[in-house]
Every structure is written in structure tokens, then in C-alpha cells.
């Protein structure tokens, strides 16, 4: 459901609390692409509108778990793991559903903040060396083939740090390298037909931690002060706020009425037209129930 609210106050960061405050890794990349928004959302529970969700990447999602499930029963690797030569299978633990959960995920406590840090993983997997192998799905429509170039594929580099950095920190060998099963929905195919066909790329991904650590101490720091801290200044929604909340402001001060809010109502049609339409719905009705294929509900 949509609609905006702001977090409920029990779930803001109180700079006394001896509470470990849950900070997921989205929100860490809150912080890395604007500590004002970030700020505000931790400090006061007062976030941006929520997407759309990608109700398409959702589904292609879980039918990529639901096909490396196969092979992670079955001790296997998936044909695509062959394909691009990874000697690795999926890897298979009590714990895989809870780390793909997304409001459990990968977890750990760290200590220098009394951050609860976690993140919902995709997939594991696990090379002969005994080391696991992050991976993500990403889903994607493009003409060109999918890279890890430009502030998307760095924003997809952190997540994967950052799953690596919660493993190791769960005690488990990490390679350094994960991967990204990228899936793009062709469009150079002769019709829809029914279905959406994809070409497959699995993408390799060096991680490099270190920058976690220090990131985690700066965001305490950040929480911990009254100070409102920047913007970024690649975004257009502040002088989209401040221009709205200054025009509002001034026309109140001017005396102006504030009305309610209204429902947005479809616009009714004139009456020739609104005659014209129902016509039309009368005989399509009609047509409809000639029809024997039509269905009845
Ligand atoms: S620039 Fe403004 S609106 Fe955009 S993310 Fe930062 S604080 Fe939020």
C-alpha cells in the first residue's frame, strides 16, 4: 500500500539509547548518496516517498532462487555456474532463508557503534576452498549489455561489499570475488507472444571492504550531532521543496485559505460525449455476450 507516513518515533535514533539502533545496508547507502535525506530519516523518521515497487525484477527473482534451490538440494552446479567456468555450487546452511529474508537477513552487531547492521542476500554460493561467493540478481532491459559501469553499478558494488563484510563478520571465509546474475528482457524479438525472453550475463565483482568501518564510525558521528549536515548536489528534490514550502509560506502569510486534500476524480465527459460512451459500452456488452469465449467473471 502507498501513502506517506512518517517512521514512528520509537523507531528514530536516539543519540542516549543503549538499544543497537538496526541499520540495514540500504540505509547505509542512504548515507553514502545524501547525509542530509539520511539524517532526517534516522534522526527524525521523515523519508523520502517510497517507489514503485519492480514488481517484474520481484518475480524474475524468485525464479532464479527457486531454480539455484535445485541445485543447492542437490549439491549441484547450475549449468550457468559451468558456463562461465565458476567452480562453485550453491551453497546450502539452516540459515539461507533467514539471510534472504529481507527483514532479517545477514546480521551483525557492530561493537564500536552498537549498529545492528543487515542485509537480505540473494544467493551464496561455495568454491572447493570452502569460501562463500556472494551473489545478486539484477534485472534489467536494455539494448546494450549490462556492466557495473556508471553510479548504478557503484551503488551494486557496495551492496555486494557490503554482504561480503556481514559474512565475514559472522565468522565465514568470503572470496573477494561475487557475482551478478544480470538478466535483460530482449526487445529485439519478433513479438511479445505471451512472454518475456532474457539473455543472461553473470557479471564478476571484485569487493573491497575496508571502506565499511570507518563509513559505520562517520555515520555514528553523523547521528550523534544536531548539526544538519549537507546536501548532495546531484538531487532536484530539495529546490523542489524549498521552492513549494517557500510559495506556500508566502501565500499563508498573504492570508490564503489552505484547503483540504481532494480526491482526484476522473473528469466527467460532456453530455453529448457521456451519451456517445454509453452507446458504445451498451453495444460492446452485447458483442461481448455473443462472444461464447468471453469470460463469464
Ligand atoms: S539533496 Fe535534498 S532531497 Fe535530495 S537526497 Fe539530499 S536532502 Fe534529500
Avoid at 170 to 177: A, C, E, L
Avoid at 178 to 192: I, L, M, S, T
Wanted: aromatic residues 12%.
Amino acid at each position: 500500500m502507498f501513502g506517506y507516513f512518517v517512521r514512528k518515533e520509537s523507531m528514530w535514533f536516539k543519540p542516549g539509547s543503549q538499544q543497537p539502533y538496526r541499520l540495514s545496508r540500504t540505509r547505509i547507502d542512504n548515507y553514502v548518496k545524501c547525509k542530509r535525506c539520511f539524517w532526517m530519516e534516522e534522526r527524525f523518521g521523515v523519508k523520502k516517498p517510497d517507489s514503485f515497487p519492480l514488481t517484474l525484477n520481484i518475480a524474475v527473482d524468485a525464479l532464479l532462487k527457486k531454480e539455484f534451490d535445485v541445485h543447492r538440494a542437490a549439491g549441484t552446479p547450475h549449468p550457468m555456474m559451468k558456463s562461465y567456468h565458476i567452480d562453485a555450487i550453491p551453497f546450502a546452511h539452516e540459515k539461507m532463508d533467514e539471510w534472504r529474508h529481507n527483514f532479517t537477513g545477514v546480521q551483525t552487531i557492530h561493537k564500536p557503534t552498537n549498529f545492528s547492521v543487515f542485509g537480505a542476500v540473494d544467493d551464496i554460493w561455495i568454491n572447493p576452498q570452502h569460501e562463500l561467493i556472494v551473489v545478486d540478481y539484477k534485472a534489467t532491459s536494455k539494448e546494450s549489455t549490462p556492466t557495473l559501469d556508471g553510479n548504478l553499478g557503484e551503488q551494486y558494488r557496495r551492496q555486494m561489499e557490503v554482504y561480503q563484510w556481514l559474512l565475514r563478520q559472522n565468522g565465514f571465509p568470503v572470496s573477494d570475488t561475487g557475482y551478478f546474475v544480470y538478466v535483460n528482457g530482449r526487445k529485439d524479438v519478433e513479438a511479445f507472444d505471451g512472454k518475456l525472453e532474457f539473455s543472461v550475463h553473470v557479471l564478476p565483482c571484485l569487493g573491497i571492504s575496508e571502506w565499511i568501518d570507518p563509513t559505520l564510525l562517520e555515520i555514528k558521528e553523523l547521528l550523534m550531532s544536531d548539526t544538519i549536515p549537507p546536501t548532495s548536489v546531484a538531487c532536484e528534490y530539495c529546490p523542489y521543496r524549498e521552492a513549494a514550502g517557500k510559495t506556500l509560506q508566502r501565500m499563508s502569510a498573504r492570508g490564503a485559505v489552505v484547503a483540504g486534500i481532494v480526491a482526484v476524480a476522473t473528469p466527467s465527459p460532456a453530455p453529448d460525449v457521456a451519451r456517445a460512451v454509453s452507446v458504445k459500452r451498451a453495444k460492446r456488452s452485447i458483442e461481448k455476450d455473443e462472444n461464447p469465449t468471453a469470460p463469464m467473471f
